[in-house]
C-alpha cells in the first residue's frame, strides 16, 4: 500500500459529463501530481502541485483542472468529456516539490467516457 | 525529444531465472533521479528502485537491482531468481530536478512475462 489513496477507482460517464477524481496523499506528503494512462499515449504527466500551488503542468487539456486544497487533497477535475478522455488517472504525491525522491502512486481511477 | 528509451515491448523469462530490462535515458541536467515501476494487470504502479545521479553504488532492493552505466546513460534492472508474480509492465522512468517542480517521465514500458 503506497498510502495515496484514490477515489472513485472506477467511473463510467458519458460524452459531454463532467467528473471530479479525488486524491488524497500520504501523510506528511505536500506534492501531488496527476498523470494520465492511456493505451495510446502512454503515461502523460498533466499537473503538479505543491502545498497548494501550481508547479507544474504538462499535457493537460482546458476541459480539464485541478486544485489542491488547505488539507493537501487534490482534485482533477474533467469536464465536456470525450471518448478520448477515457483512460486511468494516477495520482502521485512526494514529500517535496523539487529534488528526485520517488513518487508514490495511488490505485488510479479508471474512466471510461461512453 | 523521447527522454526515456525502453527498446523491449515485450521479454519471457523462465520462473527462477534472472532477467534484464534495458532502459537509456537522455538528460544535460547533472542532478537527476532514475525509477522503475511495475504495473501488474490490476493496474496499480509499484515502485520498486531508485537511482540517484550522484550515487557511486549500484541500487539494490531484494530481488530487484539497478545496473546504472551513466556514461552510456542506461539504467538497466536486474530481477533474479524470476517468479511468476512478475510478470507485468515495467516502467522506467526520470526526474530531473528543477526549481520549479519536477515531474517524472516515463518509458513506454516492457511487459514481462514469467514461465513456469
Known amino acids: 500500500d503506497s498510502g495515496v489513496t484514490q477515489t472513485p477507482k472506477h467511473l463510467i460517464t458519458a460524452t459531454g459529463q463532467r467528473v471530479t477524481l479525488r486524491c488524497s496523499p500520504r501523510?506528511?506528503?505536500?506534492?501531488v501530481y496527476w498523470y494520465q494512462q492511456s493505451l495510446d499515449q502512454g503515461l502523460q504527466f498533466l499537473i503538479q502541485?505543491?502545498?497548494?500551488?501550481?508547479?507544474a503542468k504538462g499535457n493537460i487539456l482546458e476541459r480539464f483542472s485541478a486544485q489542491q486544497f488547505p488539507d493537501l487533497h487534490s482534485e482533477l477535475n474533467l469536464s465536456s468529456l470525450e471518448l478520448g478522455d477515457s483512460a486511468l488517472y494516477f495520482c502521485?504525491?512526494?514529500?517535496?516539490?523539487?529534488?528526485?525522491?520517488?513518487?508514490?502512486f495511488g490505485n488510479g481511477t479508471r474512466l471510461t467516457v461512453t | 525529444a523521447q527522454k526515456i528509451t525502453q527498446t523491449q515491448p515485450g521479454m519471457f523469462v523462465q520462473e527462477k531465472e534472472a532477467v534484464t530490462l534495458d532502459c537509456t535515458y537522455d538528460?544535460?541536467?547533472?542532478?537527476?533521479?532514475l525509477f522503475w515501476y511495475k504495473q501488474p494487470s490490476s493496474g496499480e504502479m509499484i515502485f520498486l528502485i531508485y537511482?540517484?545521479?550522484?550515487?557511486?553504488q549500484n541500487a539494490t532492493e531484494g530481488r530487484y537491482s539497478l545496473n546504472f552505466q551513466k556514461a552510456r546513460k542506461s539504467a538497466n534492472l536486474v530481477i533474479s531468481a524470476s517468479q511468476l508474480g512478475d510478470s507485468a509492465m515495467y516502467f522506467c522512468?526520470?526526474?530531473?530536478?528543477?526549481?520549479?517542480?519536477?515531474?517524472?517521465?516515463f518509458g513506454a514500458g516492457t511487459i514481462l512475462r514469467v514461465k513456469s
Open positions: 502541485y505543491y502545498n497548494g500551488e501550481e508547479r
Open positions: 538528460t544535460s541536467d547533472p542532478s537527476y533521479g
Open positions: 522512468a526520470m526526474r530531473e530536478d528543477s526549481e520549479y517542480g519536477n515531474k517524472l517521465v
Open positions: 537511482q540517484g545521479s550522484y550515487d557511486q
Open positions: 501523510s506528511g506528503d505536500l506534492s
Open positions: 502521485a504525491s512526494s514529500v517535496l516539490g523539487t529534488g528526485v525522491s520517488p513518487l508514490h
